[in-house]
Structure formats: structure tokens, C-alpha cells
Nanobody, 124 residues
Framework: QVWLVESGGGLVQAGGSLRLSCTAS????????MGWFRQAPGKEREFVAA????????YYADSVKGRFTISRDNAKNTVYLQMNSLKPEDTAVYYC?????????????????WGQGTQVTVSS
């Protein structure tokens, strides 16, 4: 079993920044890809960013490319999402997830464990 706990969400004005953290406990954190997803009211959960276990490969949704940065610290069992130049359309509940699958998946279906989510609200 793996437990994931997100933190760092909040209310920010458009153009501002937030850094989300996700700390894992349970099975070994290293060796598995991690992802960030988000879900806005009335919408499906969507991919935001993902990172390989080494941190050497990262992937982003087109909507956040150039503004968000995913990173991880395996010694701290933590993955981060630095969000800059935030827009009102970034408002959502943000979830981190980990997968037992190989590679660095971008589909929600490939992820096995999820955190409870943290709310990010961007005001205009």
C-alpha cells in the first residue's frame, strides 16, 4: 500500500505562483514514476505533469508547458509541482499519483495510488 499526501494549495491571484508537494509513505518511493493531475468542477480529471523515478524524464500537458515544473526528491519521498504564471483556468483540485507500471504514463488509468487532492484557486 502507498499513501500520498498533497499540500501547498491555496488561493492566488492570476500571474502568481504556488508550489505543491506530495509526500509518499508505505512502499519504496524510488523506482516508480509520479504524476500530477487536476480536476475542475464538472470536468474529467486531466493530466498535468509526470516525472520518471530518476527525475531525468518529465512530461507536461500543453496547457501548462513553460509555466509548471515537476521535480522530485527521492530521499524525502516527495514530488513537487512548481506553478508559475497561474491563470484562472488552472483552478482545480490537484492530485498526485504513483504507478506500478513501467515508463512515465500520462493516463489516469495507468496510475494505481492517489492522494486526496489539494485545492488551487486562481482569481482573476
Amino acid at each position: 500500500q502507498v499513501w500520498l499526501v498533497e499540500s501547498g494549495g491555496g488561493l492566488v491571484q492570476a500571474g502568481g505562483s504556488l508550489r505543491l508537494s506530495c509526500t509518499a509513505s508505505g512502499r519504496t518511493f524510488s523506482g516508480y514514476a509520479m504524476g500530477w493531475f487536476r480536476q475542475a468542477p464538472g470536468k474529467e480529471r486531466e493530466f498535468v505533469a509526470a516525472i520518471s523515478w530518476s527525475g531525468g524524464s518529465t512530461y507536461y500537458a500543453d496547457s501548462v508547458k513553460g509555466r509548471f515544473t515537476i521535480s522530485r526528491d527521492n530521499a524525502k519521498n516527495t514530488v513537487y509541482l512548481q506553478m508559475n504564471s497561474l491563470k484562472p483556468e488552472d483552478t482545480a483540485v490537484y492530485y498526485c499519483a504513483t504507478t506500478r507500471a513501467g515508463g512515465v504514463p500520462r493516463s489516469t488509468l495507468r496510475y494505481d495510488y492517489w492522494g486526496q487532492g489539494t485545492q488551487v484557486t486562481v482569481s482573476s
